[in-house]
T-cell receptor, first 116, second 114 residues
């Protein structure tokens, strides 16, 4: 059973460009969470999605950031007009529907965004 | 909302010694407390967790204790080995949770010297 798959693992963008980060949850998992980790800091919650629904986006910046989890395909975190402060590691996690209230999350290896 | 504080930020021990990492949380309704280990360049991996109806849980060299009254929980690693060197994060699942969301502490960088 493959784990949570994130790509790209590393992404370099210039200021003003767009970044798209993709996440495929573990097989059988229908809940996806995105977290951001700034250098030498902890993991900050961004957004929680189920298929075709955003459940909790309380950690998402109000502008330039969006997330989706379509019926088919991976979840995508999109950052428009990137700035240097967006440089971070972005982690995706998933959990299975049947245990959605346990809090046990399975993390991917992360996508490391560098903004020049 | 929930806030999780973690101490210390760095911890250095000799191989074979014990290591203790402590966390406090603010939301008394939080009911699930996992610990994650993150190695360099990797994603966090769950190593142990505890729920609010349990005071202590042990898995080989790793144990976690929970004090609901004081709203703090701790990770204990005994007989540390160099491969235990990593960053450890505590987390709490808020009581208002709509499902699965975790609030993380700031992390503890553990270094085990051979």
């Amino acid at each position: 059973n493959a784990g949570v798959m994130q790509n790209p693992r590393h992404l370099v963008r210039r200021r003003g460009q767009e970044a798209r980060l993709r996440c495929s949850p573990m097989k059988g998992h229908s809940h996806v969470y995105w977290y951001r980790q700034l250098p030498e800091e902890g993991l900050k919650f961004m957004v929680y999605l189920q298929k075709e629904n955003i459940i909790d986006e309380s950690g998402m910046p109000k502008e330039r950031f969006s997330a989706e989890f379509p019926k088919e395909g991976p979840s995508i975190l999109r950052i428009q007009q990137v700035v240097r402060g967006d440089s971070a590691a972005y982690f995706c996690a998933s959990s299975p529907l049947a245990r959605k209230n346990t809090g046990e999350l399975f993390f991917g290896e992360g996508s490391r965004l560098t903004v020049l | 909302g929930e806030n999780v504080e973690q101490h210390p930020s760095t911890l250095s021990v000799q191989e074979g010694d014990s290591a203790v990492i402590k966390c406090t949380y603010s939301d008394s309704a939080s009911n699930y407390f996992p610990w994650y280990k993150q190695e360099l360049g990797k994603g966090p991996q769950l190593i142990i967790d505890i729920r609010s109806n349990v005071g202590e849980k042990k898995d080989q060299r790793i144990a976690v204790t929970l004090n609901k009254t004081a709203k703090h929980f701790s990770l204990h690693i005994t007989e540390t080995q160099p491969e235990d060197s990593a960053v450890y994060f505590c987390a709490a699942s808020p009581g208002y949770n709509q499902g699965g969301k975790l609030i993380f502490g700031q992390g503890t960088e553990l270094s085990v010297k051979p």
